[in-house]
């Protein structure tokens, strides 16, 4: 099935990319100047899928898939995405597989029968859970990043008026000291 989908990887991204582009709760693809920023690592993921439906117990290939994901979060959060989008794109991917191209395998090869199948299924799954867990988890993290810095910012800016307001207030305090008295 790997083969497969790496076979047909051009087809499933042109199946994501209308899919995604159809979808009215993801809006951010609408300021996106280019296609290839809304692919961006959808070719990655598709060899990471691929490589783990070859070897589903090698840590090494799900530290891959966990890496894309990250690097995807981070990407969609400084493209101005929503968490709730990302979320989305990947449900999306796994649609497409597990249903449409899984199905398709499935009538080829005869060999896909029950059992193999839903160990099949459960690998697409289980890798695609990876993906939004480890893409969401970037994306918070780029959050609290931008959240931190302007906490960061927010708080200079509220010394400097404390600053300024305790130098009104000497300057005051001065000017009375120095009125002559009648």
Do not use: M
Request: hydrophobic share 35%.
């Amino acid at each position: 099935l790997g083969d497969y989908l790496l076979a047909h990887r051009d087809e499933i991204i042109a199946e994501w990319l209308q899919a995604v582009e159809q979808n009215p709760d993801i809006t951010s693809v609408d300021h996106l100047k280019e296609k290839k920023e809304l692919v961006d690592h959808l070719p990655e993921l598709c060899q990471n899928l691929a490589e783990v439906l070859k070897s589903p117990q090698s840590d090494e290939t799900r530290a891959d898939v966990s890496n894309a994901a990250r690097v995807h979060g981070k990407y969609r959060w400084r493209q101005g995405y929503r968490l709730e989008e990302v979320i989305r794109e990947a449900s999306i991917v796994r649609r497409i597989i597990s249903h449409n191209w899984l199905d398709t395998y499935a009538r080829k090869v005869p060999k896909l029968d029950g059992k193999t199948r839903r160990v099949t299924e459960n690998i697409i799954h289980q890798a695609v859970d990876d993906v939004v867990s480890d893409s969401a988890k970037q994306f918070a993290e780029e959050q609290l990043k931008a959240t931190s810095h302007l906490n960061s910012q927010l708080a200079d800016a509220l010394a400097e008026v404390r600053r300024q307001t305790r130098a009104a207030d000497a300057a005051k305090t001065t000017k009375k000291k120095k009125r002559p008295r009648r």
